[in-house]
C-alpha cells in the first residue's frame, strides 16, 4: 500500500539558521513521483519541487535542496537559511505510476515556524 | 491566468442543508481534481475528472457528496444533507495530461466548510 510519513509534527528554528524536513515514502511500484508542497496561512497548496523514481540525483535550486534516497525510501527538503516568509506548513507527497489518475497521497505534514 | 480559483472561500451551514461548491482550473488543464483537508492533517483524495469524465472516486466520497465537470471546465462539488463531520478544508487542483506523473498539481485556495 501506498504511504506517506512525516514524523515531524512542527520544527522550530530561529531565521537564518538551516531546516531540513524529513519524508519516508511506502509503494510497490516502480515508477513513482515524489513532491513537496508548501502550504502558507492562506490555505493554497504551492508546488515546491519534483522528482520521479528514476532520477536520484540532488539538486539545489536557490534555497532549497533535496536527498532522495531510494535504499532507505525518503525524501528530505531542506531550506538554507531559512527566513520567517518560510513559516508554513510542508506536505509530502506521492504519486504512482501505474495510478493513471496520477492523483497524490501526502503525509500528515510538518510545520515549520521560523522565528525572527 | 490567475491560476486555480474556488469559490466560495468559506462557507458556512447549518447541518442537514445542502451546499455546492464551484472549481475553475488553469484553462489548458483537463485533469482535475478533488481534495478534502481536516485541521492537521494532509489533504486526502476525493475524485478525478480527466475533460468531462469522471475516472476515479475515492471511498471518501459517500453517496451525499456528487461531483460534475459537464464541459469539461470548471466543476462542482455538491455535499447533501451536511453533517458536522463534513466540516473541513476542500481543494481542487488541476494539472495537464502532457506526461501527466511528471507535471505538477496546481491547487487553489480551498473552500473552507463549516457545518454547525
Known amino acids: 500500500a501506498q504511504k506517506v510519513t512525516q514524523a515531524q509534527t512542527e520544527i522550530s528554528v530561529v531565521e537564518k539558521e538551516d531546516v531540513t524536513l524529513d519524508c519516508v515514502y511506502e509503494t510497490r511500484d516502480t515508477t513513482y513521483y515524489l513532491f513537496w508542497y508548501k502550504q502558507p496561512p492562506s490555505g493554497e497548496l504551492v508546488f515546491l519541487i519534483r522528482r520521479n523514481s528514476f532520477d536520484e540525483q540532488n539538486e539545489i535550486s536557490g534555497r532549497y535542496s533535496w536527498n532522495f534516497q531510494k535504499s532507505t525510501s525518503s525524501f528530505n527538503f531542506t531550506i538554507t537559511a531559512s527566513q520567517v516568509v518560510d513559516s508554513a506548513v510542508y506536505f509530502c507527497a506521492l504519486s504512482e505510476g501505474r495510478d493513471s489518475s496520477y492523483k497524490l497521497i501526502f503525509g500528515s505534514g510538518t510545520r515549520l515556524l521560523v522565528r525572527p | 491566468d490567475t491560476g486555480v480559483s474556488q469559490d466560495p472561500r468559506h462557507k458556512i451551514t447549518k447541518r442537514g442543508q445542502n451546499v455546492t461548491f464551484r472549481c475553475d482550473p488553469i484553462s489548458e488543464h483537463n485533469r482535475l481534481y478533488w481534495y478534502r483537508q481536516t485541521l492537521g492533517q494532509g489533504p486526502e483524495f476525493l475524485t478525478y475528472f480527466q475533460n468531462e469524465a469522471q475516472l476515479e472516486k475515492s471511498r471518501l466520497l459517500s453517496d451525499r457528496f456528487s461531483a460534475e465537470r459537464p464541459k469539461g471546465s470548471f466543476s462542482t462539488l455538491e455535499i447533501q444533507r451536511t453533517e458536522q463531520g463534513d466540516s473541513a478544508m476542500y481543494l481542487c487542483?488541476?494539472?495537464?495530461?502532457?506526461?501527466?506523473?511528471?507535471?505538477?498539481?496546481?491547487f487553489g485556495q480551498g473552500t473552507r466548510l463549516t457545518v454547525v
Open positions: 487542483a488541476s494539472s495537464s495530461n502532457e506526461w501527466a506523473g511528471d507535471t505538477e498539481a496546481f
